[in-house]
């Protein structure tokens, strides 16, 4: 996906929704918003980080709470579709 994250549609506000499953369940964890910076620093590794929308400002998911999600997969499925990022909570 590195090579192919300056094809992502991001919106207005330079942000694109990004759904978060767990590897082994697929199960739904969360939704997220990721502009550029969060979105480089996720695929570098190995923790998950978002752009806080309320804050406006980059979020390390699990500073605060010491929930930490560790990316294990990220797959791009189409222009218009959120990035979606399989981590081991």
Excluded at 16 to 32: K, S, Y
Excluded at 40 to 53: H, Y
Excluded at 66 to 74: A, E, P
Aim: net charge positive; with cysteine; charged share 30%.
């Amino acid at each position: 996906m590195e090579n192919k994250k300056k094809d992502l549609n991001y919106d207005a506000k330079g942000l694109i929704p990004a759904i978060i499953q767990d590897i082994d369940t697929n199960e739904v964890l969360m939704l997220g918003y990721m502009n550029e910076k969060a979105l480089k620093l996720t695929l570098e590794g190995p923790d998950v980080w978002f752009f806080s929308r309320s804050r406006q400002e980059m979020w390390h998911k699990g500073e605060t709470s010491g929930n930490f999600i560790k990316s294990k997969k990220s797959i791009k499925t189409a222009k218009t579709t959120p990035c979606w990022s399989k981590p081991n909570p």
